[in-house]
């Protein structure tokens, strides 16, 4: 249904990738996606607690795929209409329309197939 699960260990995960980055050098987008359900679990060290107050980094809580979405693509990720569409420009409707795109251009490619021998 698109929602997103707790997960285990959370701070050893956004400290991992914070001192990730660190070595790789921070760029100002080293930003952390976590269920919601784990905010309540956060205890972070003081380094990535001032990062994130900084505004050098940002952690996410999201409930569901649809809000990660968003936040990865700044796009609606789109909810099937009862006729069955996606509203225009959201991410679900320019993915179901490559989809689409694909599927027609492989019409005939395996009757192709089977009367070259292959």
């Known amino acids: ?3 997103i699960k707790f997960i285990g260990e959370v701070n050893q995960k956004i400290e991992g990738i ?8 921070l760029t100002g987008d ?11 679990n956060l205890m972070r060290r ?21 809000e ?4 990865l693509t700044g796009c609606e ?15 679900n409707q320019i993915v179901e329309k490559r989809f689409q795109e694909l599927n027609e251009s ?3 490619y395996y009757g192709t197939l089977m009367v070259n021998g292959g």
Do not use: W
């Open 1 to 3: 249904m698109g929602e």
């Open 18 to 25: 914070y001192d990730v980055c660190l070595i790789a050098g």
């Open 30 to 40: 080293e930003d952390v996606m976590i269920p919601h359900q784990n905010l309540k």
């Open 46 to 66: 003081d380094d990535v607690v001032e990062a994130v107050r900084d505004g050098i980094s940002r952690i996410y809580s999201v409930k569901t795929i649809y």
């Open 68 to 71: 990660g979405i968003k936040i």
């Open 77 to 91: 990720a789109g909810v099937r209409r009862a006729y069955g569409s996606f509203g225009q420009g959201t991410v």
């Open 106 to 108: 492989m019409r005939g």
